[in-house]
């Protein structure tokens, strides 16, 4: 009788590894259920859209947390709604909007000229240039920093403007919330 591998049962294993990530998700407080899907939009670099992927995990993640996601009160929309009243509106949590958002490569806009740019969108805008390789290249080094360039963005999706508070306000914020 030849010897069976592992391989013989090509579902075992996934499944096992299945239920061990799960229980480490309920250990440490984290969702269970599928990853937060980033939509991404065009053209776009295979290491750019890991890299967003990832972001958008975390900062999922991230806003799954109440003290994370009550972060969106401290900000306005243009009318002075609270963006937390905005998110209610549209009838989403904030990592349900997060998901609706469409990330595009914005390397050759002019916002991602200035070198210290690593994503950009308008108040009220659903799509999200990321700057090309200085994201990437960000978001290997800092994951987490990353996920939070991801949620300052979802704030200006929602329509909060800039200056005031200004863009590293608005991070030093999101940081200091979002562990």
Known sequence: MPHRNRSSHPRLLPSVLLVAACSACAAWGAPIGPPAQARLVGPISLALARS??????????????????????????SRGRPLTEVLEESGQTSGDYLTSLLF?????????????????????????????LRFVQMARRDPRY?????????????????????????????????R
């Open 52 to 77: 967003v992927q990832a972001a958008v995990e975390g900062a999922a993640l991230r806003l799954s947390d109440t003290g994370c996601s009550g972060v969106l009160a401290q900000f306005a929309d």
């Open 104 to 132: 595009l490569d914005g390397t050759a806009t002019r916002p991602c000229q200035n070198a210290l740019s690593l994503a950009w969108t308008s108040p009220g805008s659903r799509g999200v240039f990321v700057c090309g």
């Open 146 to 178: 990353a996920s939070i360039v991801v949620i300052h963005e979802e704030a200006h999706a929602l329509g909060l403007g800039e200056n005031p508070p200004s863009s590293a306000e608005i991070t030093a914020r999101i940081a200091g919330r979002c």
